[in-house]
């Protein structure tokens, strides 16, 4: 579908996006679109030295933290807070 409107460089998967998509990484963003209570260990994995997450952080049916993750060298990061959101939950498949 999206061939049709003229994007030929993405790529989609269908799964539990926790775990990220470790063969086709790592990546320089990550960007995650519903809320945790925690950033999950396999995303930061994943980013490049240099590469950011971003997604919220916080309860899932209440106020959460938009929060911007760097990966600034393997194994450490630096963590802020950018501003309050509200995002539907995220769901996990069950196992």
């Known amino acids: 579908m999206l061939t049709s409107l003229g ?3 993405v790529s989609g998967k269908v799964g539990d996006g926790y775990h ?3 063969e086709c990484g790592p990546f320089d963003a990550i960007v995650v679109t519903a809320a945790l209570e925690d950033v999950p260990p396999p995303l930061i994995e994943q ?8 997604m919220p952080v916080g ?5 959460q933290q938009l929060t911007v993750v760097e990966k600034i060298a393997a194994g450490e990061t630096k963590r802020r807070s950018v ?7 995220f769901t996990r498949s069950p196992n």
């Open 59 to 63: 309860p899932a049916r209440a106020t």
């Open 47 to 54: 980013l490049n030295v240099g590469g950011r997450l971003v």
């Open 7 to 9: 994007y030929d460089n």
């Open 83 to 89: 501003m309050l959101v509200r995002f539907v939950p």
């Open 20 to 22: 990220g998509w470790r």
